[in-house]
């Protein structure tokens, strides 16, 4: 067993234990700095993350309600260009439609030449100069 007697032994393992004491604590400190850093880090990404999210909920919010103008537009835009007919001309063009159903037959032939001008005799001396050239 050693026995710690003379003062220079005892003054020499105090300045010994003191010197490891302060590496250790260095240490530490450098670690609980180490540790601060990347838990400020930590959160900083999470706050950026949760600002980008933010971004990306107003972005798509305001997409969707451009859309919606964009619809709304394109749906007024089809109404002005192709405006409902009022009843008399809806049965005007039902009328004219039946009527040309009606005369194709007669006229096909005329304009195919196997058959004379289909109107009445007072139009088929006009119709025989454009069917002749």
């Known amino acids: 067993m050693i ?5 220079s ?3 020499t393992a105090l300045d010994l234990l003191s010197v490891l004491i302060q590496a250790l604590q260095s240490r530490v400190s450098q ?11 930590f959160l900083d ?12 909920q107003t972005a798509l919010k305001r997409n969707l309600s451009l859309l919606k103008d964009i619809e ?3 749906k007024s835009l089809q109404t002005r260009s192709h405006p409902i007919p009022s009843p008399e001309v809806v049965s005007l063009e039902t009328l004219y439609w039946a009527s040309v159903e009606e005369y194709i037959p007669k006229w096909e032939q005329f304009l195919l030449g196997r058959a004379p001008y289909p109107i009445g005799v007072e139009n088929e001396n006009e119709a025989e100069k454009y069917h002749s050239k």
């Open 9 to 11: 032994l005892q003054s």
């Open 45 to 56: 990404e999470n706050k950026e993350k949760a600002s980008q999210i933010q971004a990306a």
């Open 31 to 41: 670690r609980l700095m180490l540790l601060q850093q990347m838990e400020n880090k």
């Open 72 to 74: 709304a537009a394109e």
């Open 3 to 7: 026995c710690l007697q003379a003062p």
